[in-house]
């Protein structure tokens, strides 16, 4: 039973509902354990990835954080 899902914009074909786990697993996804998955406009928790099989027609993003920012560095200077 083939589906069709979209994975961040690009339609998949699976031969098999797939959890997302085994999603992750099966688009060889670097650092699972840092991604964050959408699934169908809504942000999945961890803990419900092994057990959330996907549908057909259902969109997925895998969301990387980075951490960082744009803050002011200031040097500090002893006596001033």
């Given amino acids: 039973m083939k589906m069709k899902i979209m994975i961040n914009g690009e339609m998949m074909e699976l031969p098999k509902p797939l959890s997302v786990t085994e999603l992750l697993k099966e688009k060889e996804v670097a650092s699972p354990d840092m991604v964050s998955v959408q699934l169908n406009e809504e942000i999945l928790a961890k803990n419900a990835f092994d057990t959330t ?3 057909e027609n259902d969109t997925v993003e895998f969301l990387y ?3 960082g920012g744009a803050g002011r560095y200031e040097r500090f200077t002893p006596g001033l």
Wanted: aromatic content about 16%; charged content about 0%; hydrophobic content about 65%.
């Fill in 53 to 55: 099989l996907l549908q």
């Fill in 65 to 67: 954080f980075m951490g």
